[in-house]
């Protein structure tokens, strides 16, 4: 695959030390002009291409399960398409991530292409990302997968813990959200005539070290996000490169 004269997404987004402390107190955070508009249009054009690559599921909605319904998950797009990985190993997304989460660098975990088809989700309402806010402070509460009862499990944790329930306002392109991952989240079914595809990059603090997998989807993980690591030594495979300023 020859590689297209891509944007190089140079230079860097500061973070204020406000914006640190309020994804830290809150566990979200939307930063605007993260990337220019004309940045954001080449990238959706590749990355939407390489979707397109790797294959869309064909069922019609009613024929999938919950997951399946909510969006169509590609991952890790950068590894066979160089102008993705231009985009996905940004030293300026990472530099972000890592001024948010207080670190000096940070590793990719992996990265995910979230295509939320119109008419798909498991609610009627707009498909936007939805947070307890506040939530990752008290580590991980679920390890339920995708599914009603997650959905179920997002409005009882709300009911009973109390906390409030925060819906960022619209974005713009080159507007970027940001969560922690123990920040309990979802996001409702997309009722307009438009698909909605979201890139994500998952980051981690470059020095961690690989903990003891606690059910079969952590095993499954370790082996597929972190090849060849083993439990007590550092997170560093082919898959997970350094970066950051």
């Given at each position: 695959m020859s590689q297209?004269?891509?944007?190089?997404?140079?230079g860097s987004r500061a973070v204020s030390a406000a914006e640190v402390a309020r994804f830290q107190r809150d566990g979200h955070i939307t930063l605007t002009g993260v990337a220019t508009v004309d940045e954001a249009a080449?990238?959706?054009?590749?990355?939407?291409?390489?979707?397109?690559r790797r294959g869309r599921d064909p069922?019609?909605?009613a024929e999938r399960d919950t997951y399946g319904?909510?969006?169509?998950?590609?991952?890790?797009?950068?590894v066979d398409d160089p102008d993705v990985a231009q985009f996905v190993l940004s030293a300026r997304f990472a530099g972000i991530a890592a001024q948010l989460l207080g670190?000096?660098?940070?590793?990719?975990?992996?990265?995910?292409?979230?295509?939320?088809?119109?008419?798909?989700?498991?609610?009627?309402d707009m498909g936007v990302l939805t947070f307890a806010t506040g939530s990752h402070d008290r580590g991980a509460l679920t390890d339920i997968e995708i599914s009603d009862a997650s959905h179920g499990f997002f409005d009882d944790l709300v009911a009973s813990e109390g906390f409030e329930v925060t819906v960022p306002g619209p974005m713009r392109a080159g507007d970027a959200s940001f969560h922690a991952?123990?920040?309990v989240h979802r996001a409702s079914g997309n009722t307009s005539v438009i698909t909605r595809t979201v890139m994500t990059m998952i980051w981690f603090d470059?020095?961690?070290?690989?903990?003891?997998?606690?059910?079969?989807?952590?095993?499954?993980d370790l082996g597929k996000w972190l090849p060849g690591c083993r439990p007590g030594e550092p997170a560093v495979s082919a898959l997970n490169p350094r970066l950051g300023y």
């Open positions: 297209l004269l891509m944007p190089d997404l140079a080449a990238y959706c054009d590749v990355i939407t291409a390489s979707v397109d069922r019609p909605l319904k909510a969006f169509l998950q590609i991952e890790n797009l950068w670190v000096e660098n940070v590793r990719l975990y992996h990265d995910q292409a979230l295509i939320k088809e119109a008419g798909g989700g498991i609610t009627t991952g123990w920040t470059a020095d961690l070290l690989v903990q003891d997998p606690s059910n079969p989807a952590q095993h499954r």
